[in-house]
Nanobody, 120 residues
Framework: QVQLVESGGGLVQAGGSLRLSCAAS????????MGWYRQAPGKQRELVAA???????NYADSVKGRFTISRDSAKNTVTLQMNSLKPEDTAVYYC??????????????WGQGTQVTVSS
């Protein structure tokens, strides 16, 4: 009964900004890690940014200095602030969470994906 709901995708011009949000809901004990992945047509899904239970954030080299990930552990939400967007950022962005859905099991959950399109 765990769901990840994403919002904030859309169309923006190069150099603009966009903010993606994701909220985990349902019956579970905790989210060990949350982050964002993206997949462009003809390419494999890749990590964009993630925050572990330690609070340490990891970013893909291509987005360092432009994107910022933040997490509210109490609300089980994660946000990706994207600035200085480039056409190569165009992709479907997926929210991901490693969730302890029982006392002794951790599963990976994915959102439905939200389209981000950057025009030049």
């Amino acid at each position: 009964q765990v769901q990840l709901v994403e919002s904030g995708g859309g169309l923006v011009q190069a150099g603009g900004s966009l903010r993606l949000s994701c909220a985990a809901s349902g019956s579970f004990f905790s989210a060990n890690a949350m982050g964002w992945y993206r997949q462009a047509p003809g390419k494999q899904r890749e990590l964009v940014a993630a925050v572990g239970s330690s609070g340490i954030a990891n970013y893909a080299d291509s987005v360092k200095g432009r994107f910022t990930i933040s997490r509210d552990s109490a609300k089980n939400t994660v946000t990706l602030q994207m600035n200085s967007l480039k056409p190569e950022d165009t992709a479907v962005y997926y929210c991901n969470a490693d969730i302890a859905d029982t006392w002794f099991n951790v599963d990976a959950y994915w959102g439905q994906g939200t389209q981000v399109t950057v025009s030049s």
